[in-house]
């Protein structure tokens, strides 16, 4: 408990000694209005473009919404986002789904640099905690391929954490900052945060600090499915202790360059996938699947240069970015798996998987006419090793017989990506724009000697060639019609390709080196329309994915269990709607909503469906903020339908996932406002009905949602 102290306390005074010399320092501008202001977005073409102009489907989170959220992670923050879904639970381990696609079809970016690891398992992916909720700026989503910009992994769409960087470049002196703390009812969650920013001359600085303490939620009784929960009861391993750190130096030049160094620092313990007692859902076979991270260790430094008037012909801005990142995580499994009235099999294995990953990005921007060339290439190296060791044992069949073995899943080995991208911003006519883009990128993957492994070194790489076109027409002032079109693609990674061994008690899996890459091929068409405060989308999109990464059965076996290997065999098919309207009146009150709706489709095999997701997704919210943002009030609401077509076999919620609505109450204050400080304290009412659900993709391994729970948070900016 008294680490637990010291920690919050380190984390939420790590400012405080800089609060009496910002006194000094003024007012500073207020970082929102009630005035509907454009939203900015550098993700989907790099170049800053409003979401109004941008002729693809963007969702921007501003630095407001995200003060005001208390949101656990990025993931968090999308729940009523249209075409979001969220998968996993509790404040670590969430995630999400872009149009049906997750894990590795999804790029997550920090400030545009990657944070995929190949050494993920491909429906998981990296998680979004990597970035500290409280750092960030703004979030960008864009939803539907984006490989042209960004590679491999960016098939279904990208997420794009945008944090607070060090001020170079001003002049005079300026410092400001924040402190804060929040206590939730989930997992009687303790977080407390601290951030400071500010400037000498042209040198600038930016630190910041989040602890965490969360143990496990609870579920409220009720029915979901064919499940029903008599009694609140316990989601095991939805907790997490955790900390972010981030430093920042940078120096500029009048605003025209700015050469940064930054460390960050992800530290967590004590997480897990979430789990709930078979006996509470009437399993009294004794099976339990525990999936569970004990620790993760996450390092990063980053040297950046970004000039905005380099002086030569072929540039009107340069960036460069060169990272190295380790990344380290213990995961252990916990398994047992009946085998009869008397006998069952036990499997408790531990993995350390360590990947270090070298990497630059080199990007340019070019004026010429009515053309604006973006264009470069990345690199990255992961180098990855492991240990492994796992126990199984049967019982019931006699003397209990155990086997031990300490094999690696995976052999060491890299994991290598060059690229080069280019893309032309054309103002093809005064009212049209068009957006053009193609990518080249070659992955390699390469096993290294193993200790422990004696078969032969595998060697395989891919090729991939993609392209884009985003087409804008700005039919009148207010009415914008979008429409794109392009391929995408993503490599298998280094668990695809290489890993040898039991597959989570579910079968033993067998390498193949020799897959092909994912490809897909999207269609995107709609609408923009803005007029004073009032703001309203559509769209449409298509996205057929084809040679589809899957484990398949080899018909053979191993010690009675079936073998799987991944082969490229599926084609699927996602098509679907999106909407969303949104009004901010003068006077502070501002209501919308959005509509969205899937329709999954294998198209190798109809008979066999893919959706573990919703289908239907209906959002509504309506609030008051006063004028002079001294309180603010609101209220959302979400409906998931019922999704009939779903890929899990054997769940306890049975055949068809049942819709849910849930809903949530938000507010705020400001008060003892003085020169340059202002305090607030924001109240949220989640889950107000006390309603059991699951999100869908937790539901077919069911891990409910926390019941209904208060959180409130205080922070003083200075």
């Keep these: 408990m008294s680490n637990m102290v010291g920690r919050l306390l380190t984390a939420v005074v790590l400012s405080f000694p800089f609060a009496l010399s910002a006194q000094a320092a003024g007012p500073k501008t207020p970082s929102d209005t009630i005035l509907r202001l454009p939203e900015l977005n550098v993700t989907a073409t790099r170049t800053p473009r409003s979401t109004f102009n941008t002729p693809q489907p963007v969702t921007v989170i501003d630095s407001t919404t995200i003060r005001r959220s208390m949101a656990n992670n990025a993931a ?105 703390y929040r206590y939730s009812g989930v997992g009687d969650l303790q977080e407390g945060s601290g951030s400071v920013t500010g400037n000498l001359g042209a040198f600038g600085f930016s630190l910041g600090a989040q602890y965490r303490d969360a143990g496990s939620y609870t579920a409220p009784s009720g029915t979901f499915g064919n499940i029903r929960l008599a009694n609140t009861t316990r989601v095991e391993d939805s907790g997490v202790q955790d900390e972010n750190y981030r430093a920042e130096i940078g120096y500029g030049r009048s605003g025209t360059d700015r050469v940064y160094l930054r460390y960050t620092r992800y530290l967590a313990s004590d997480a897990g996938f979430g789990f709930v007692d078979p006996l509470a859902l009437g399993d009294s076979s004794g099976s339990r699947i525990r999936l569970f991270f004990p620790n993760q260790d996450v390092e990063r430094i980053s040297v950046g240069y970004q000039n905005y008037s380099p002086g030569v012909s072929f540039a009107d801005r340069v960036d460069v970015t060169l990272y190295t990142m380790l990344n380290q995580r213990d995961f252990s499994q916990d398994i047992v798996v009946p085998l009869g009235p008397t006998a069952r099999l036990t499997s408790g294995g531990n993995n350390f998987t360590n990947t270090r990953t070298n990497g630059f990005r080199l990007e340019a921007a070019k004026g010429v006419g009515r053309h604006v060339l973006t264009y470069g290439a990345d690199f990255f190296r992961d180098a990855t090793d492991s240990r492994d060791s796992s126990v199984t044992t049967v019982t019931g069949f006699g003397p209990p017989s155990s086997s031990v073995n300490t094999l690696p899943t995976v052999p060491r080995a890299t994991y290598r990506s060059v690229g080069f991208f280019v893309q032309d911003e054309w103002r093809l006519l005064p009212r ?258 006390d309603v059991l659900y699951a999100e869908f993709p937790n539901a077919g391994f069911f891990r409910p949602e926390p019941g209904r729970q208060l959180s409130v948070s205080y922070s003083l900016g200075f």
């Design 76 to 180: 968090d923050l999308l729940r009523m986002t249209p075409g979001v879904d969220v998968i996993g639970v509790g404040p670590n381990q969430t995630r999400i789904s872009i149009r049906g696609q997750r894990g590795h079809r999804i790029l997550l970016l920090e400030d545009g640099v990657r944070l995929n690891n190949s050494r993920r398992q491909q429906d998981f992916g990296e998680i979004p905690s990597l970035v500290g909720v409280n750092d960030l700026e703004r979030v960008e989503v864009v939803r539907g391929p984006s490989s042209v910009l960004y590679g491999t992994d960016a098939i279904g769409g990208v997420l794009n954490m945008v944090t607070g960087r060090a001020p170079a470049g001003k002049t005079g002196t300026a410092v400001q900052g924040r402190v804060g």
């Design 432 to 689: 049209v724009d068009l957006v053009l883009g193609g990518r080249y990128q070659r992955v390699t993957a390469k096993t290294l000697p193993t200790e422990g492994l004696s078969d032969p070194l595998a060697n395989s790489s891919d090729n991939a060639l993609v392209g884009a076109a985003n087409l804008g027409v700005a039919v009148t002032p207010e009415l914008r019609l979008v429409g794109s079109v392009g391929r995408a693609f993503r490599s298998a990674n280094l668990i695809e390709r290489f890993f040898d061994g039991a597959a989570e008690g579910s079968g033993v899996q067998i390498p193949n080196p020799d897959l092909d890459p994912e490809t897909s091929f999207n269609i995107d068409g709609g609408f923009k329309y803005a007029r004073g405060v009032f703001y309203a989308e559509g769209f449409y999109f298509r996205n057929e994915i084809s040679d589809g990464i899957r484990a398949a059965v080899t018909g053979d076996e191993v010690n009675g269990q079936p073998v799987f290997q991944n082969v490229n065999v599926e084609k699927l098919r996602e098509t679907g709607i999106e909407m969303l309207a949104d009004v901010r009146l003068l006077s502070g009150i501002r209501f919308g909503g959005s509509y969205t709706h899937f329709n999954s489709t294998n198209v190798s095999d109809d008979g066999s469906p893919v959706g573990d997701g919703f289908s239907t997704k209906l959002t509504g919210q309506v609030g008051y903020r006063d004028p002079q943002d001294r309180f603010s009030a609101g209220y959302e609401i979400r409906y998931i339908g019922t999704r009939k077509d779903v890929a899990i076999t054997g769940s306890p919620v049975g055949d068809e996932l049942p819709s849910f609505t849930v809903s949530n109450l938000r507010g705020s204050v400001q008060f003892l406002q003085t020169t340059g400080t202002t305090h607030r304290i924001d109240i949220a009412l989640n889950n107000v009905f």
